[in-house]
Nanobody, 129 residues
Framework: QVQLVETGGGSVHAGGSLRLSCAASGITYRSYCMAWFRQAPGKEREAVAHLGSSGRTTYADSVKGRFTISRDNAENTLYLQMNSLKPEDTAMYYC???????????????????????WGQGTQVTVSS
């Protein structure tokens, strides 16, 4: 049975940092596309970052240069290092995993995937101004 467990959320002031972790059981990260999503109250879930089995990364424009997605294959753990946090980063953060590519090309543009078979339960990040 696949299980993803996120930890590391919390409350910080704007400009602060947090590192989220997503520990997996039942799958081997190195073979999967991994991603972080977030959802704020009243808003749709949005993709934050993707990490493919090849090591390719994709970031939402809103977090580029501030967030870094990485994984430790030996520990089967996915990370999201979040720096220079802003109040608009406040949301529930979820990790997701699935076999296959992390996206596809459409009209020459890379489209990160949004459908994943496995999801964690989420960890809350709150950034105050």
């Amino acid at each position: 049975q696949v299980q993803l467990v996120e930890t590391g959320g919390g409350s910080v002031h704007a400009g602060g940092s947090l590192r989220l972790s997503c520990a997996a059981s039942g799958i081997t990260y190195r073979s999967y596309c991994m991603a972080w999503f977030r959802q704020a109250p009243g808003k749709e879930r949005e993709a934050v970052a993707h990490l493919g089995s090849s090591g390719r990364t994709t970031y939402a424009d809103s977090v580029k240069g501030r967030f870094t997605i990485s994984r430790d294959n030996a520990e089967n753990t996915l990370y999201l290092q979040m720096n220079s946090l802003k109040p608009e980063d406040t949301a529930m953060y979820y990790c997701a995993a699935d076999l296959g590519a992390c996206g596809y090309y459409s009209d020459g543009v890379w489209r990160p995937r949004r459908d994943f078979s496995y999801w964690g339960q989420g960890t809350q990040v709150t950034v105050s101004s």
